[in-house]
């Protein structure tokens, strides 16, 4: 990438990043904090940790629409200061509901195709996929940095004080995109049915399903995961950080292999399969597996590899297989359903706990990524 293409790719990065960072940070803590709102029960723990998924999904079209049409940067502040508002009202909250509302009003500012449309739009198409890539690994790297983080702020400062944290982190996302240009794709067109086919493609919706898959996979699986901490005498809440430290790093390097694999040696759709897989492995184990100390980090670093490999893999297969003027409607499907897998996640993965007990939720994403690996067969052989 040449040195203007670098500096664009991160500040894209920096503001996706730090917004999902603000949306991750009550995943390792919530589950077991929870208590401390009124009217809490499992199932709206999972849906307050799941809410922002449903706005999420249901917004991401009309913003990568409206982006297309108006320009990326006034969608990009206008959905920062929801967030914004978001984020105040889940402070402020004294019971679970206002908790899912704030939860709900975050995810309502979705702009993630937005910001994955502008990149598109001004990193050449032969760079594309190593700006995509790289934005997905800060995406997966905000998701580790919030497994640290969220324990540490959550003791020092509460659920109320990490909100607060969260409403300022929107802020310094606001910061960075006053340093990007006021542009709107060249290519304008109608809102049509025509355009919508172009968009629902076999290959773009078996995309969209495999995102839509993998964050249901990560909501469910940390509505169990603290809690499987604690319950097991591993760590404490406050501790929690202790694992993932290593995880994360083990993890890191254990993808970046696999990147390679996928894209230098052309072998997307092995490493895409393999990853799933990995995948699958690791949330039968948690089902079946006696858990201490040992057992759990070698199945959170394997559960780790696979999800960054993922994260990383999707963005650039995404862009790659949509048309350059139809980009931002069709990031908005693929965000949509990367979100709406989260709500799915929350609510089904809480629905599960609260019915049928917590190592249950295991039993159901495995079943997932097990239909998921048959979907994928189907993907397309890379050109040699």
Known sequence: MTKLERGFALKISLIMATRMLGLFMIFPIFSVYANHYESVTPFYIGLAIGAYGLTQAFFQIPFGYLSDKYGRKPLLIFGLIIFFIGSVVAANATDIYQVVAGRALQGAGAISAVLMAFLADYVSEEERPKANAFVGVQIGMAFMLALLLGPIIGHQFGISGMFWIIAGLSIVALVVVTTLPHAKPIKQYKLSIDN???????????????????????????????????DNNILSIQDNWKIYLPVIVISFLGMIPMIIVATKFQKTKTVFLLSIFILAFSQILFYKSALNYTTFFVILTLFFVAFNALEAL??????????????GLAMGFYSSSQFFGAFVGGVIGGWIYNNFGLNSVFLFTTFTAIIWWLIALSMRTEKH
Do not use: G, N, Q, Y
């Open 314 to 327: 999707l963005p650039s297969l995404i862009a790659k297989t949509a048309s350059s003027d139809k980009r």
């Open 196 to 230: 919508f086919k172009k968009i629902l493609t076999t290959d773009l919706l078996r995309l969209d399903f495999s995102i839509f898959a993998l964050h249901l996979i990560l909501t469910s699986s940390f509505i169990a995961i603290p809690i499987f901490l604690v």
